[in-house]
């Protein structure tokens, strides 16, 4: 049967994202038992694919129900305990809701903050780290309420020099699948992310990957994990079941969500990971420059070396709002996002890119209709480029 999504205005905000018809279709697959054969196939597999999206031989994915919230909790939970010291790195409103998250398993948080469209550098980074011994440091990849790109790789190698028995995590939610991930050569212990955005999939699922040093340091820990469904040490078995064919229960997987993960996860890997991030990088700097070029405006990330692949965050000019763009651009059919950082909520909007959007230039067009539209709403609104 082919299946085609009826039409639906272009959703273009930085996650939840368009999906394709045949991942849509997956998610409504006919009801099966979590304990079957074939579910068994269809979870195992993905489990799989799930570590070349991330470039992984050694990691150990654990994919639940639930979405990139509760994958900050199963790193709070299993990975420190009552006391322990944490160092969030902070380029925008994510980064203040990990720490929150850590602050409710009675985690003591240190927050590097960076001034809105920036990331902490790496000698501030490296001065923190010597203050402190810290259990976990934790790094936006890319935080979605500026649009700025983080530097994972440095931040693992500063740890390493520094502190090496620093854990370091990556929240990944709008990252994977549409920026460079490796995460066995960069080090990273601990990468979390959700189906809703560069997976290309519904909202519903929470996944992330451990690390060897991150298991044993669950497996070690002195007290008790604050918490049932998080709690690692009831995934494992389960992770470990289903990728080796034999099912086992702890709590219902969401069986259509994972049969739509499944095939996002089979057109995802049927190429080289490297092309994906590539399609994302080139899509990203066509956008950009549009908006740099043709309509004149500034991005919220202050240097093009910071700024996300995935999705873009542009700032109005002076004397236009987003009453006068955004629902002008939902009268053409295109669902943009607001502002979210708080400093500078009314200031500027939000333009995702990610999974089909970025790489089906072929058959979907949708960056060109996006474009479109900004170029004729902004006529609207009465505004002209002045440095055209
Ligand atoms: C960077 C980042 N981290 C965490 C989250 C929380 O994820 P969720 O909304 O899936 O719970 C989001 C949500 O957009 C996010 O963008």
């Known amino acids: 049967m082919t299946f085609h999504q009826v039409d639906h205005p272009l959703l273009v905000i930085p996650g939840s994202i368009e999906v394709s018809d045949d991942v849509l279709f997956a998610n409504a697959s006919p009801s099966q038992s979590h304990m079957s054969k074939s579910f068994t196939e269809t979870f195992g597999a993905a489990i799989k694919m799930f570590r070349q999206v991330l470039v992984t031989e050694r990691g150990q994915p654990i994919i639940t129900a639930g979405s990139g919230t509760l994958g900050w909790d199963m790193i709070a939970c299993n990975l420190t305990e009552p006391g322990d010291e944490v160092l969030v790195l902070h380029s925008g409103y994510f980064g203040q809701s990990f720490a929150d998250c850590f602050e409710t398993y009675g985690v003591k948080v240190t927050q590097l903050k960076a001034p809105v469209g920036q990331c902490p550098s790496r000698e501030q980074l490296a001065e923190a780290l010597k203050s402190k011994k810290y259990k976990i440091i934790t790094v936006t990849h890319v935080d979605t309420s500026t649009g700025v790109l983080s530097n994972p790789q440095i931040v693992a190698e500063v740890v390493r020099e520094v502190s090496p028995d620093t854990l370091v995590a990556l929240d990944g939610v709008c990252s994977v699948g549409s920026e460079e991930i490796r995460m066995d050569e960069w080090g990273l212990d601990v990468v979390m992310c959700a189906s809703q955005k560069g997976l290309g999939v519904p909202p519903g699922l929470c996944l992330v990957c ?118 002008r651009l939902v009268e053409r059919g295109i669902i943009v996002a607001g502002g979210l950082h708080k400093d500078i909520k009314d200031k500027y909007f939000r333009v995702g890119h990610m999974g089909i959007t970025a790489t089906d230039t072929e058959t979907r067009h949708d960056l060109e209709k996006v474009k479109e539209a900004l170029r004729n709403v902004f006529k609207d609104a009465g505004y002209t480029n002045p440095t055209a």
């Open 210 to 327: 451990a690390s060897e040093r991150a298991i044993k340091a669950v497996e070690t820990r002195k007290t008790k994990i604050n918490s049932y469904f998080a709690s690692w040490l009831n995934w494992l078995p389960i992770m470990r079941g289903y990728e080796q064919g034999k099912p086992l229960y702890f709590a219902t997987p969401p069986v259509q969500l994972i049969c739509a993960l499944n095939v996002s996860l089979k057109a995802i890997t049927s190429k080289p990971i490297e092309e994906r991030w590539t399609k994302h990088k080139q899509a990203s700097t066509d956008f950009k420059q549009f908006i740099t070029n043709e309509l004149g405006l500034k991005q919220v990330p202050q240097d093009p070396s910071i700024a996300a692949n995935g999705m873009t965050a542009i700032y109005f000019p002076d004397g236009i709002s987003a009453p006068d763009i955004i629902p």
